[in-house]
């Protein structure tokens, strides 16, 4: 796989781009939000009886599948096989495997989602037959130091409009993905740039009007604010990550990295996000309007995926190949009486999206909050009493901390922590 990149002569604690493990915040086996019905027959292995498996060509790995590319025997087309295990930390999670499923369906309508092919189960693993998107990940673009393979604003604009518009489709679908980043979206080719096939619906979920989600899901550099603080889930829980995903496609810097998990999360908790790095500030304005638009604390204050559509940094690309909004297929038929538009689905709107510069917090202080790392520790819990428990403890050790660069001691700032 590819190796983390760190950057050469980097001030603050940030390495560019970081090809982390997926999923690395994953708690909890909730089954909340999950599909369980799927119209696809699930064939019975053995799966190279039907395909041949392409030696030694592994395409991707994550904690629990193994992505390999393989050849249909019977008509000699290349796909790609997500090889999934049932059981994973001594738990079933058949039930996870066909609720992707389930969603991959559901998303067959929208070009910019990976296509399922057939489904096969074995003893001990299923296998997703998808289609072969042979442009790999965008990762590699991301974090290429070289001019002719990394991306130009113009491909950004481009491949950000057809993001927008898958997840735009699944949200309309009440679908969120929750692990949206450049490992996840895959290109139909790379040289030439081809289009985007958004991957793993591993940690999506259906999001309903009467159940809230709060798990503690994703990868650490591109999770939300709300998931760290164990808040409700929504569909701007993903346009915070395609905030992220904007920041790295254009300057090849990941916004909240730090050195370790829980620094990253500071980062992010704190909106520490700097607007004043040489390759930020080399953007033009719509592209920086377009990021702080999405990289806001609050979800109901991001711009939803159409919001997304319509900003003048998308309008201004010279590409003509997108959809428009109206033609995004809305697959689902919504009950009259639903409301899933509630305010967790459907945030408000943003009252400026082209000046949201206007509504920023003022300068940005420096502050290591000590708190936030038992924050984290409270997330990670499931049970109320549990909860309790460590609320009782946060008390007893809240305190803040302020530093200045370069890193020195660490100066203890009196008074109540502001929470
Ligand atoms: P995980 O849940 O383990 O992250 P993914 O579905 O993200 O699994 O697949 C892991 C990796 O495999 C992806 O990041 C990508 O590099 C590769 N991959 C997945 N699906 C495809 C595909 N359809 N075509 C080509 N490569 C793929
Ligand atoms: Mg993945």
Redesign the pocket.
Known sequence: MIPECPRSGETRSRTRVQHGP??ELRQDRSVSGLLSEIRSTIQAGPFTEHYTIIPGKE???????V?R?CVEKCTGHEY?A?FMRKRRKGQDCRMEIIHEIAVLELATASSRV?NLHQVYEMASEMVLV?????G??IFNQCVSDREDEAFREEDVKRLMKQILEGVAFLHQNDIVHL?LKP??I?LTSSSPLGDI?I??F?LSRMICSHQELREIMGTPEYVAPEILNYEPISTATDMWSIGVLAYVMLTGISPFVGEDKQETFLNISQLNVSYTEEEVLQLDQAALSFIQMLLRKRPQDRATAEQCLKHPWLKSSDCQDTQTVEEIVLVKDKEASSTTSSSTSSPEPPSSATTPEEEEDGPVTEELIVMAAYTLGQCRQSSTSEKEALAAEQKAISKRFKFEEPFSALQEVPGEFIY
């Open positions: 997926a999923a395409l991707g790995r994550g904690k629990f599948a992505v590319k790609a997500k990976v998808l289609e072969f998107a042979a790999g990940e692990d490992q996840n895959l096939k991957v793993d591993g």
